[in-house]
């Protein structure tokens, strides 16, 4: 559980103890869930504010997991459902697709926000994204004939920008893998270029003044210190990142930083692994010429999309990032440009199967020794791991010992009406508890 998410329970708890019309106007209360001036997510808080209703009903039944949300809805079982169906109606096939689904669910940006109860935001942002992707797919045709449809997908696109800010990468991928729609009438073109205006007017004053209007602070988004810090970027930072998110996505690391055999052996077949997938694909593109089309129009997307995440990390002290939580929208084009891979290959698909299988365990290895960091909440050590100066793979386990064992024994002792102690490392469950 990130330790903001407390806070955030209090101050929803305190407002008041069921889902009420009042939450309309707390759902505002920006100074409690953003704490500095970017009121520009609504959407997660009022995510937020459902979802501690339903953890605090999940602890009268049983003892839920800490990380337990909502989003899990979203993220492990309608995101794969749609974006199996986007890259099926791509010409991919249905073992291609699997593939690439699983690789999805196995992304170090998909398990963030899975192991660890973050904000909805990023979350619920990358369900947006899969979402908008499978229904331009799905109503691409119709769209071309239809104003009422394409005004309906552009308004399905402008609200998405509303969970979280890095949300507007929405905007340049939709242009690049549905060019056509987008201009296929001059009015079609006029609609969408006016978004990026509409957005910045919510953003900057109509937000603000609802916040005012709801009884909050004015949040004076112009001096938002991070917009000052988000104008450029190093070309040394960008070459950084890029080389974070391709790291994180085929889930390598220097072997000389594994200390465990087994780890050793994990990350050398992983590598192994990823230079056969990409010799081969390399090696059989050539031949797949009718798919370079949708191939370029997806490098593309992942070129911008790193970018993207440059510009956006610019503005937190972090500066270098991998996928996990900030870089989750990569995971989603990168499982893209996979199906792709897994298309191509498809003549040796028992070997692509192997290679495939070595991948996914490698991204858990990855991932399990990149969220222990993270969970200590160590600021400096979260950004010493993502720019090179920590070894995630040397880091004592950061885990309570017996924490879900305490955590039950507090459950039963509330249950039996005795009062809720605590103790280290579970002094925040009876907030939920005792509601």
């Known amino acids: 559980m990130l330790p903001e998410i407390p806070d955030h329970e209090r101050g929803i708890l305190a407002s008041s103890k069921t889902l009420s019309l009042s939450d309309l106007k707390f759902g505002m209360n920006w100074p409690l869930f953003e704490t500095e001036a970017?009121?520009?997510?609504?959407?997660?808080?009022?995510f937020e504010i459902l979802d501690t209703r339903f953890r605090v009903a999940m602890w009268r039944t049983f003892v839920p997991h800490p990380s337990l949300s909502l989003t899990w809805v979203f993220t492990l079982f309608l995101s794969p459902i749609l974006f199996f169906r986007f890259i099926r109606s791509r010409g991919i096939s249905e073992g291609a697709a699997v593939l690439a689904v699983a690789i999805l669910l196995a992304s170090p940006g998909t398990l963030s926000v899975t192991a660890m109860l973050f904000r909805p935001a990023k979350a619920m942002t990358n369900f947006a994204l899969i979402f908008i992707l499978y229904w331009g797919a799905k109503f691409e045709g119709r769209a071309k004939v239809d104003p009422r449809i394409y005004v309906l997908t552009?308004?399905?696109?402008?609200?998405?920008?509303?969970?979280?800010?890095?949300?507007?990468?929405?905007?340049?991928?939709?242009?690049?893998?549905?060019?056509?729609?987008?201009?296929?009438r001059l009015s079609y073109l006029a609609s969408f270029l006016v978004l990026p205006a509409l957005t910045y007017l919510t953003y900057f004053k109509l937000i603000p003044a609802i916040s005012a209007k709801a009884g909050f602070p004015i949040p004076d988004v112009y001096n938002y210190t991070a917009l000052d810090r988000a104008i450029s970027p190093s070309f040394r930072m960008t070459l950084k990142n890029f080389a974070l998110l391709i790291r994180d996505s085929l889930g390598v690391a220097h072997p000389a930083l594994i200390e465990d055999p087994g780890g050793k052996t994990v990350l050398g077949a992983a590598i192994c692994s990823a230079v056969f997938l990409a010799l081969f694909f390399l090696a059989r593109i050539p031949r797949e010429r009718p798919r370079w089309n949708f191939t370029a129009r997806v490098l593309l997307c992942l070129v911008v999309g790193g970018l993207f995440h440059t510009f956006a990390m610019n503005t937190t002290q972090a500066m270098y990032w991998g996928i996990y939580y900030y870089g989750i929208y990569w995971s989603v084009l990168f499982s893209v440009f996979g199906a792709i891979v897994f298309e191509t290959l498809y003549p040796w698909r028992k070997a692509v199967l192997v290679a495939t299988a070595i991948w996914i365990v490698a991204l858990f290895f990855n991932f399990t020794y990149t969220n222990n960091v993270y969970r200590r909440d160590v600021p400096e050590e979260i950004r010493a791991m993502f720019d090179g100066r920590l070894n995630r793979f040397s880091q004592p386990v950061s885990a309570v010992p017996g924490i879900y064992s305490k955590t039950e024994v507090i459950w039963n002792a509330v249950r039996k009406g005795r009062r809720c102690a605590t103790s280290p490392g579970v002094q925040d469950i009876c907030l939920e508890l005792l509601q």
């Open 38 to 46: 970017r009121p520009y997510r609504p959407f997660s808080s009022y």
């Open 154 to 184: 552009l308004a399905m696109i402008f609200v998405s920008f509303f969970w979280d800010e890095t949300a507007l990468i929405i905007y340049p991928i939709f242009f690049i893998l549905f060019f056509e729609l987008v201009t296929a």
